[in-house]
T-cell receptor, first 112, second 113 residues
Framework: AQSVTQPDIHITVSEGASLELRCNYSYGATPYLFWYVQSPGQGLQLLLKYFSGDTLVQGIKGFEAEFKRSQSSFNLRKPSVHWSDAAEYFCAVFSGTYKYIFGTGTRLKVLA | NAGVTQTPKFRILKIGQSMTLQCTQDMNHNYMYWYRQDPGMGLKLIYYSVGAGITDKGEVPNGYNVSRSTTEDFPLRLELAAPSQTSVYFC????????????FGPGTRLTVL
């Protein structure tokens, strides 16, 4: 069955530190992968997406993600976290027939 | 740009009551979606629409109905509210294909008591 796993429910980092959020997917074909961010009380906003081509994808707000087919992973990274990055982050895979499968989310806390 | 708007922001219902969650987008998007988000869970697709007059069920459609009479509007109807429908509801839209970026509304927090 198709699925998305985000193994970390909560992550805390200090401001200025690097960040990596993990995402593993299960999907038979070449996946379309997404990372969304949800700030408190807001809807989701797309950070970046991968369809094909270069496996390192650049997104907004200084985020990037790397698609690794051999590991079925699409981890999100940022070299230096800002306090405004505190939010919940969702990984998603397009499963066909207009449907997306979302992970359960990782809540990021940033320490000043 | 307003983008995707949802009303109301918050609502408390009693068991058995009905209500309509409103969703409007001003981007002329063909595709619209309704999701629910429960604590510690990802988003689950309730219904989607690929254009005016065309709707279809998602993963969790039971207890809900939708209509799409115009491109802009995609209301979600709860006929007999149940505590299991306590959740945050998000409407989203995308442009030409379902793999285009989805734009989300701010959500409606619904509590059924």
């Amino acid at each position: 069955a198709q699925s998305v796993t985000q193994p970390d429910i909560h992550i805390t980092v200090s401001e200025g530190a690097s960040l990596e959020l993990r995402c593993n997917y299960s999907y038979g074909a070449t996946p379309y992968l997404f990372w969304y961010v949800q700030s408190p009380g807001q809807g989701l906003q797309l950070l970046l997406k991968y369809f094909s081509g270069d496996t390192l994808v650049q997104g907004i707000k200084g985020f990037e993600a790397e698609f690794k087919r051999s590991q079925s992973s699409f981890n999100l990274r940022k070299p230096s976290v800002h306090w405004s990055d505190a939010a919940e982050y969702f990984c998603a895979v397009f499963s066909g027939t207009y449907k997306y499968i979302f992970g359960t989310g990782t809540r990021l806390k940033v320490l000043a | 740009n307003a983008g995707v708007t949802q009303t109301p922001k918050f609502r408390i219902l009693k068991i058995g009551q009905s209500m309509t969650l409103q969703c409007t987008q001003d981007m002329n998007h063909n595709y619209m979606y309704w999701y629910r988000q429960d604590p510690g869970m990802g988003l689950k697709l309730i219904y989607y629409s690929v254009g005016a007059g065309i709707t279809d069920k998602g993963e969790v459609p039971n207890g809900y109905n939708v209509s799409r009479s115009t491109t802009e509007d995609f209301p979600l109807r709860l006929e007999l509210a149940a505590p299991s429908q306590t959740s945050v509801y998000f409407c989203a839209s995308s442009s030409h294909t379902s793999t285009d970026t989805q734009y989300f509304g701010p959500g409606t927090r619904l509590t059924v008591l």
